[in-house]
């Protein structure tokens, strides 16, 4: 019998799996689950802000970015179940026999393929969670004071999503075929993933700050 996807658990049920020594789910899904949480944090300083005459000017921006922190949502939590799959796959082939010259060359290659997808999820999961940072960004400028301590913690959790995706692309890299351009490009794009990261994060929390203070 298979499980139920892991959006669908309890909470409850979803730390347990985490807590336990399954090889699924792991870091690589938390990390998605964790950028959802903060799309949907987003989400919600957008819907308080909505419908308020205070807000009115910044009313069809505020629809604007909770419709895209919507869609990132539910990209993240879509990759949070690909991850699992994917390393899943990882596991499966380094349980393979390397009995001999044949079987060790079969299971490494196969360890090899099933490393991309596991390289390249986490790889599009720091993208999608550094767009949930943007967003949480840009709503914590213009939408409602009373939530912005939202906006900023949406903001905390999109960029660990975002680090946590780049340490499981790191992990991956070594298994990865011998020729694949990722392990040539994976440096370059995590260095101008953590560089955005670093930058927007910042950014965020000193308007959260700011409008906190005054």
Same mark, same amino acid.
């Given at each position: 019998m298979s499980s139920p996807p892991l959006a669908e658990l309890t909470v409850?049920?979803? =730390?347990?799996?985490l807590a336990s020594r399954a090889p699924v789910p792991g870091g690589g899904s938390a990390n998605a689950l964790v950028g959802a949480l903060g799309a949907a944090l987003v989400e919600m300083v957008c819907e308080l802000t909505l419908g308020k005459p205070e807000?009115?000017?910044v009313d069809p921006v505020a629809r604007q970015i909770g419709a895209a922190a919507g869609e990132l949502r539910g990209s993240l939590l879509a990759a949070a179940e690909e991850d699992a799959t994917a390393y899943l796959a990882v596991v499966v082939a380094r349980r393979l026999p390397r009995d001999g010259d044949e079987q060790r060359a079969a299971r490494k290659a196969a360890i090899g393929e099933a490393s991309v997808a596991a390289t390249e999820i986490p790889l599009r999961v720091g993208r999608l969670a550094a767009k949930v940072l943007d967003l949480a960004a840009s709503i914590a400028s213009i939408g409602n004071r009373n939530a912005v301590s939202d906006a900023?913690?949406?903001a905390l959790l999109a960029a660990a999503a975002a680090r946590g995706a780049a340490l499981?692309?790191?992990i991956n890299l070594p298994s990865l075929p011998d020729a694949h351009p990722l392990?040539?490009?994976?440096g370059v794009r995590l260095a101008e993933l953590d560089s955005s990261v670093t930058k927007r994060e910042a950014e965020a929390?000193? =308007?959260?700050?700011?409008?906190?203070?005054?």
């Open positions: 409850r049920d979803l =730390t347990e799996r807000y009115e000017e900023g913690a949406a499981n692309v790191r392990r040539a490009e994976a929390l000193a =308007t959260v700050s700011r409008r906190m203070s005054g």
